[in-house]
């Protein structure tokens, strides 16, 4: 199975922040990752497939970068409403793992 | 819009078996996979399976081989996960979702059905 580690797995930072969340693959996986947020009792939400490209809604502040084994999620100014946990998945072959997350918390 | 509704919480004893229903609306239910996750309290999310409601194929992760069962309904649009032989392990929120294109993200999510294992 293909492994996802994240890092960091918890973060601290003010609104307006720069945040950067890395999720690495055990194995060449191409551009196969999904990013999803997650907020207390609530199931994830999506934000972001194929390494890079933004689901429709989603805010301009959220990017996404990598390929092969290295990927990031960024949000270059952080608002209050992105205090949240933050998944990646990767779709390039079953099972379709996912990292560990990373809590993103007020500081 | 888009959306897929769970069936309500479950408290099962060890052993026993629990089935969560998955209904769809909003889209077309043959068009896309049925993909189920499941999340222990305070843990990450772990990818069980999938099911093709067209055709009824399926896939599940090896560690629930023998004991996880993925079917549908198409006339009431409607994905089951029926899992077996539960043990304290299995508590946890079990998660439906849609999976999309190629690239197979997840959208949308059910809005998670917790199942409670305990004597």
């Known amino acids: 199975d293909i492994q996802l580690t994240q890092s960091p797995a918890s973060l601290s930072a003010s609104v307006g922040d720069r945040v950067t969340i890395t999720c690495r693959a055990s194995?060449?996986?191409?551009?196969?990752v999904n990013w999803y947020q997650q907020k207390p009792g609530k199931a994830p939400q999506f934000l972001m497939y194929a390494a890079s490209r933004l689901h429709s809604g989603v805010p301009s502040r959220f990017s996404g970068s990598g390929s092969g084994t290295d990927f990031t999620l960024t949000i270059s100014s952080l608002q209050p409403e992105d205090f949240a946990t933050y998944f990646c998945?990767?779709?390039?072959?079953?099972?379709?793992?996912f990292g560990q997350g990373t809590k993103v918390e007020i500081k | 819009q888009e959306q897929l509704v769970q069936s309500g919480a479950e408290v099962k004893k060890p052993g026993a078996s629990v089935k969560v229903s998955c209904k769809a609306s909003?889209?077309?239910?043959?068009?896309?996979?049925i993909i189920w996750v499941r999340q222990a309290t305070g843990q990450g999310l772990e990818w069980m399976g999938w099911m093709s409601p067209g055709s009824g194929d399926s896939g599940h992760a090896r560690k629930f081989q023998g004991r996880l069962t993925m079917t549908r309904n198409t006339a009431i649009s409607t994905a089951y996960m029926e899992l077996n032989s539960l043990t304290s392990d299995d508590t946890a929120v079990y998660y439906c979702?849609?999976?999309?294109?190629?690239?197979?993200?997840?959208?949308?999510w059910g809005q998670g059905t917790q199942v409670t294992v305990s004597a």
């Open positions: 194995q060449n996986i191409r551009n196969y």
């Open positions: 909003g889209y077309t239910f043959t068009s896309n996979d």
């Open positions: 998945q990767q779709s390039y072959n079953t099972p379709w793992t």
């Open positions: 979702a849609r999976g999309v294109t190629n690239f197979n993200w997840l959208d949308p």
